[in-house]
Every structure is written in structure tokens, then in C-alpha cells.
């Protein structure tokens, strides 16, 4: 059973940064066994739909949403099994609970989600 644990969510003001970072456990089966394997990031923000954010695949290759492309920056560490969002430039907009995602062979697995909240 793959489990996601999101963490370093928090407040910052416009223009500043936070790094958000998604540990995962139970993919092992996934990882070792060539079956499909990625993680994202997906956002919600108040009284929106969740939104695709940020995802990177086994082999490391990395994609944005439009609207966060050139200010957060995904990497994974596969020796800690654990993925970073790295969010700079933050604005009002990025507010939301930022969950993370795993895809295993046909299964998708959430996180709990960690809040995000941007001042102007």
C-alpha cells in the first residue's frame, strides 16, 4: 500500500518561497518493477477545482502548469523516495492545499495535503 505524507506547507508573503516535500512510502513494487511511476503535485484553492501543479516521472523528466512555470521546480530524491516542490515567487493565486500524488501500474494514491497561504 503506497502511503504519500505531504509537509512544509505554511504562510509566506508575496514574492517569497517555500518548499514543499511529499515522502513516500510502499512504491518499492512500483519502482523495481517497471510499472508505471510518477509523482505530481496538484493544488485546490478556495471554492476552485484541483489543478494539476508540477510532475515528474521515473525517469526524472519534469512538467509544469503554465501558471507556475519558471517559479516552482520539482526534483526527486529516489534514495529517500521523496519528491520536492520548490515554489519561489509565490502570489496570492498560489493560496490552496497542495496534495500530492502518486501513480503506481493503474493506481492513483493522494497525500493529505499540506495548506499553502500567500499574503499580498
Avoid at 518493477?33 to 493544488?43: F, G, I, K, L, V
Avoid at 476552485?48 to 503554465?66: C, H, L, M, Q, T
Wanted: aromatic share 10%; with cysteine; hydrophobic share 30%.
Amino acid at each position: 500500500q503506497v502511503q504519500l505524507v505531504e509537509s512544509g506547507g505554511g504562510s509566506a508573503q508575496a514574492g517569497g518561497s517555500l518548499r514543499l516535500s511529499c515522502a513516500a512510502s510502499g512504491t518499492k513494487y512500483c519502482r523495481y518493477n517497471e510499472a508505471p511511476y510518477a509523482m505530481s503535485w496538484h493544488r485546490q484553492g478556495p471554492g476552485k477545482e484541483r489543478e494539476f501543479v508540477s510532475g515528474i516521472d521515473s525517469n526524472g523528466r519534469a512538467s509544469y502548469a503554465d501558471s507556475v512555470k519558471g517559479r516552482f521546480t520539482i526534483s526527486q530524491d529516489n534514495a529517500k523516495d521523496t519528491v520536492h516542490l520548490q515554489m519561489n515567487g509565490l502570489k496570492p493565486n498560489d493560496t490552496a492545499m497542495y496534495y500530492c500524488k502518486a501513480v503506481c501500474g493503474p493506481f492513483d494514491y493522494w497525500g493529505q495535503g499540506t495548506q499553502v497561504t500567500v499574503s499580498s
